[in-house]
């Protein structure tokens, strides 16, 4: 079975507490706040003021160049504030509040539920549509969707690849997306095929899902998709762009500023391969996604069908409140997620899943001194040291991070879970990649400057 | 042999011998040998080079040592002593632990760098100190120290030679360098948080909600409110602490001197403590991971 070919963890998948919950509707929430920067790049610049009514699914953001996202009303009502307010991490961010009256949606949207297989746009208009419904990757690196489909001149893409590995323990979403919404999804793949103008288009899914795998297959061979299922060796991090690629296809892709595309290869998340359907096809941009909610000791563990901008306590409520005691709530899941502060903060497009930590989960196991096993290294993705990085970061080194080849780091925490001695590794390697990255932009600015 | 490498060498290190100007060791001998840094050079021999080198001084300063130590080697080399007031480093948070309650716990590595990077800290300010002390990792002069009763770091006036290395290091730019007064007096508005007033008020007992009280009262058109918060600029005021009794949170500090006696109408009364903590949510226990 494939797999990406250094390094990879194998922590236990913890994916039994949901994966068996069907996607179920989340109730319309009655307050959503719209956050403008919720994908990679520009936040978007609002075209809304207090006091304007807005429909279901109507453009309230518009995208702040190539870079950024359009963004569209969740519900139907009255804009109630433009504003600063706390995200998940206590960090003041513009967000716009809609306060709902009814649901009544833009006249264009498509809402039955038939499944329109024909489309005869071209690529260009393809494209022009995913990034009018703002559709950007919902695996959580929210790369808006449209900018990966325009292919830079001179590259050539060869493979779509969707991602359906989900890595991540605890998350289902995309696991349920792909049981419940297979035809969807293929016919999403089949637009983006089209859109790039590939042949070849490769569905990786982890093993430890064989029932999605046996679902795409049969609706592959009863529906006739020209779309291969590939299922890969259960590994953390199998979905990280770059181990997909090398797992699939066996090239790997050089280090940064090189993409993807390097070598031929477009990767997208499984769920944004149906938010790409639902845009093409239906006209309904991006306003919805499934998140899972889960957790040992949640007592009703779900995948919802949220509206963006619901509060995430409304999501943790449906599914029986937080356990006693103290408890650690983290967007995302426990590898790559982040420790929320807020839970009133909303869904956003990035939000795969909630994942609550109780009892002896809470808190890091104590520290001791590092004695240089190397297992971080060993299980390092991208053939990094990370006890090196950190012991550099500690000191502030940064000139020799870089020269260690910081800016490769995908923020895996491989390195951190695998430490014996409990040492954050990725405490320090984060910060080091973020000043790091920092002194990078610093200096390119500084040389477009001179060359002005 | 060791005679005739003692012979070569001899004639190696006249003929490769470096021509320094005398002048530098003797202005590096006056110089404190902190190598701190303050000055913006690497350390006192790089100081002491600039100062013999450029026939214009007045640029050039060293915190550490002071005017004094400036009018010593200006006069050694015969130029005109670059003058500039004393300073001190403050810390402009007043969020003690009594006043702005905790509503997480962070169970990450405890740097405010790190803390800084991931969140907003253990409060409900976002702009608050957070206690972990990267200010005093970067003093060399033991000046400052994060005080284990308010979680705040404080600065010891006396020790502080402000060479700024604290400002640099303070993620959340609480910190600031200030007019030094004689007797270590001062009057400083003691937050930084831009939120609006209610937003503050809740987080922080002690946080400026951006009223503009202080602002009218002020007979020097030393204090201005930008963002919700106001501020004092140091080189206007002239320390006549009127400001201080009409703060109605206690966010302006007044340090090595007495307030102004209370007017009697003043009703003294605490619009603050009347905001008490909402209904709290469940303790969530924070990490990045």
């Known amino acids: 079975m494939k797999t990406f070919p250094i390094g990879g963890v194998h922590p236990s998948d913890n994916k039994k507490w949901s994966c068996d919950k069907a996607i179920e509707v989340l109730a319309l929430p009655d307050v959503v706040n719209i956050p403008l920067g919720q994908h990679i790049g520009a936040p978007a610049t609002a075209k809304v003021a207090k006091g304007d009514k807005v429909l279901t699914g109507q453009l309230i953001a518009e995208a702040t160049g190539f870079m950024s996202a359009n963004i569209h009303s969740p519900i139907s009502g009255t804009v109630t504030a433009v504003d600063l307010q706390p995200n998940a991490q206590g960090l003041r961010q513009m967000m716009i509040t809609i306060k709902r009256e009814g649901d009544e949606w833009m006249p264009e949207i498509d809402r039955s539920a038939e499944i329109k297989r024909e489309c005869a746009l071209d690529s260009a208009a393809i494209i022009a549509k995913i990034k009018d419904a703002g559709v950007v990757g919902m695996g959580g690196a929210t790369f808006p969707t449209h900018v990966k489909l325009s292919i830079p001149n001179g590259c050539k893409a060869e493979f779509l690849i969707i991602n359906g590995v989900e890595c991540e323990p605890y998350l289902t979403s995309d696991h349920r997306t792909m049981l419940e919404r297979g035809e969807e999804l293929l016919t999403g793949v089949e637009i983006l095929k089209k859109a790039l103008g590939v042949e070849k288009a490769i569905i990786g899914v982890e093993n430890n899902k064989p029932d999605a795998i046996a679902n795409l297959n049969k609706i592959i061979k009863e529906k006739k998709f020209a779309v291969v299922v590939e299922p890969l060796k259960v590994q953390y991090p199998q979905g990280g762009e770059k181990q997909l690629i090398a797992a699939v296809t066996g090239r790997e892709v050089p280090p940064p500023p090189a993409l993807p595309i390097h070598v031929g290869a477009v990767v997208c998340n499984a769920s944004t391969a149906v938010a790409v359907y639902e845009a093409v096809q239906k006209n309904k941009p991006l306003i919805e996604r499934v998140v899972t909610v889960t957790g040992k000791d949640v007592k009703n563990t779900r995948n919802l069908l949220t509206r963006m901008g619901t509060p995430i306590s409304t999501l943790l409520a449906e599914a029986g409140g937080l356990p006693e005691g103290d408890v650690k709530v983290v967007n995302g899941g426990p590898m790559m997620g982040r420790a929320m502060v807020n839970i009133d903060s909303p869904v956003t497009k990035g939000c795969s899943g909630i994942t609550v930590f109780s009892g002896a989960d809470v808190r890091r196991v104590p520290t001791s001194e590092c004695i240089k096993c190397a297992k971080c290294v060993e299980a390092c993705p991208m053939g990094l040291e990370p006890y090196l990085l950190q012991r550099l970061a500690a000191k502030q080194m940064w000139e020799e991070m870089e020269v260690e080849r910081i800016p490769d780091c995908i923020e895996c925490g491989c390195c951190q879970y695998t430490c014996p001695a409990g040492i954050a590794l990725l405490d320090y390697v984060r910060l080091g990649k973020q000043t790091v990255m920092g002194i990078i932009r610093a200096r390119a600015a500084a040389a477009a400057a001179a060359k002005k | ?289």
């Open chain 2, 1 to 289: 042999m060791g005679v005739l490498s003692a012979v070569i060498l001899y004639f190696v290190a006249q003929k490769f011998k470096v021509e320094e100007d005398p002048r530098i060791d003797e202005v590096e001998k006056m110089l404190p040998g902190a190598n701190c840094g303050g000055c913006g050079f690497a350390g006192c021999r790089a100081m002491a080079e600039a100062l013999v080198v450029r026939d214009d001084i007045s640029a050039l300063f060293c915190p550490v040592g002071g005017a004094e130590c400036m009018k010593k080697t200006a006069a050694y080399l015969g130029k005109v002593a670059p003058e500039k007031e004393p300073t001190v480093a403050t810390v402009r948070c007043g969020g003690v632990c009594s006043k702005r309650p905790r509503t997480n716990e962070y169970n990450g590595t405890k740097k405010c760098s790190m803390a800084a990077a991931f969140y907003t800290g253990e409060t409900a300010c976002a702009y608050g100190c957070l206690g972990y002390g990267d200010c005093v990792d970067a003093c060399q002069f033991g000046a400052i120290k994060v005080n284990p009763e308010t979680g705040i770091a404080e600065v010891d006036p006396d020790k502080c030679t402000a060479c700024g290395a604290c400002v640099k290091a303070c993620p959340k730019g609480i910190i600031e360098l200030r007019k030094k007064w004689p007797k270590n007096r001062a009057v400083y508005v003691s937050c930084v948080s831009k939120d609006k007033g209610a937003v503050t008020m809740k987080a922080c007992k002690a946080g400026c909600i951006g009223c503009g009280k202080c602002a009218k009262v002020c007979a020097f058109g030393a204090i201005t409110v930008e963002n919700g918060v106001a501020y004092i600029d140091s080189q206007k005021c002239k320390l006549c602490r009127k400001c201080v009794n009409e703060c109605p949170t206690g966010a302006i500090v007044l340090k090595g001197m007495d307030p102004l006696p209370k007017e009697p109408k003043a009703p003294a009364a605490k619009p603050a403590a009347a905001e008490t903590k909402s209904a709290e949510k469940k303790e969530s226990v924070n990490e990045q991971k």
